[in-house]
């Protein structure tokens, strides 16, 4: 069982950044792959970005490639979404998810869909304002 708790949202300007944190409990997390969604008021849940356990592979949305980094450490047990130029339609709650994985398990395409996980936080909310 992984509890996952999220971080580090706010409100900032376009063109501003932010880094959110997901904190996850236990002494596996290191082998879990863990997303990144968002999901805006009368949206569907959008995919963000992946890292593979232990960080060996990562994969990004298109909306937000170049400008989001997602990266881990394991020590701290806590993956991190370095946001970069953010823009208005990034505005949206944020939610972390895990899936437990043999090693070795890299990211892969399943990983951009919500229904891969097994858990997740419960968000922290990202308003960026023009």
């Known amino acids: 069982q992984v509890q996952l708790v999220e971080s580090g949202g706010g409100l900032v300007q376009a063109g501003g950044s932010l880094r959110l944190s997901c904190a996850g409990s236990?002494?596996?997390?290191?082998?879990?792959?863990v997303g990144w969604f968002r999901q805006a008021p009368g949206r569907e849940r959008e995919f963000v970005a992946a890292?593979?356990?232990?960080?060996?592979?990562?994969r990004y949305g298109d909306s937000v490639k170049g400008r989001f980094t997602i990266s881990r450490d394991d020590v701290k047990n806590t993956v991190y979404l370095q946001s970069n130029s953010l823009k208005v339609e990034d505005t949206a709650l944020y939610y972390c998810?895990?899936?437990?994985?043999?090693?070795?398990?890299?990211?892969?395409?399943?990983?951009?869909?919500?229904?891969?996980?097994?858990?997740w936080g419960q968000g922290t909310q990202v308003t960026v304002s023009s």
């Open positions: 236990g002494r596996t997390f290191s082998n879990h792959i």
């Open positions: 890292i593979g356990s232990r960080g060996s592979s990562t």
């Open positions: 998810a895990a899936r437990l994985v043999l090693t070795g398990v890299i990211v892969s395409a399943p990983a951009e869909y919500a229904s891969y996980y097994n858990y």
